[in-house]
């Protein structure tokens, strides 16, 4: 007879999250799991089938928070102030609470970019490519601009929101604010 798990999936899942995204995938160890977790590995490999599998739980979860966000930037009405809104909202609550690890991510993207990783690398083309389409569509709302600057405008938004993530690890919020308004004062 199987046991009776003693603990809610959702809630460890959201942990292991927060630990991932704060120490990566490669620095994140199974006893810094279990401890964070509360629950022994017998029973994140019973729940997850490994570290692996609980990472791309993780990242679902996140991805899960993030859409509320992507949300609103898709059904934004203008244009590219919905985009900025989108760059603030994006970093907003963890300035609030000076818990600053980017975005899990970008930081995903950046530790997982040389890896052979087929599912982690699917699951970053994924969101990065739903992006850089909704910011295409913001763009394309201005009807001053062609598709060539469209899309150069796309690239170097999708970039900027990478080094956004990065600055948001250990820049003031002073600083983000200020970078935030130079890369919109340049679209």
Request: glycine share 4%; aromatic share 10%; net charge negative.
């Amino acid at each position: 007879m199987a046991r009776t798990k003693q603990y809610i999936e959702a809630e460890v899942v959201e942990k292991a999250m927060h630990l991932f995204w704060k120490n990566g995938y490669e620095t994140t160890s199974m006893q810094m799991l279990e401890k964070e977790m509360g629950i022994n590995k017998f029973s994140i490999y019973a729940s997850f089938g490994s570290k692996h599998g609980l990472f791309l739980e993780s990242l679902k979860q996140y991805k899960s928070i993030v859409n509320t966000v992507l949300e609103k930037l898709k059904h934004g009405t203008r244009g590219v102030a919905d985009i900025k809104q989108f760059f603030y909202d994006s970093v907003s609550s963890k300035l609030k609470d000076d818990n600053l690890n980017g975005c899990f991510v970008t930081n995903t993207y950046n530790e997982f970019s040389e890896s052979e990783d087929e599912l982690v690398q699917e699951q970053m083309s994924m969101f990065m490519t739903q992006l850089k389409q909704i910011i295409i569509d913001k763009l394309k709302m201005d009807p001053t601009k062609d598709d060539a600057t469209i899309l150069k405008q796309a690239n170097y938004l999708l970039l900027a929101k990478h080094g956004l993530a990065a600055a948001s690890r250990v820049n003031t919020k002073k600083e983000i604010e200020d970078y935030i308004e130079m890369i919109f004062a340049n679209v």
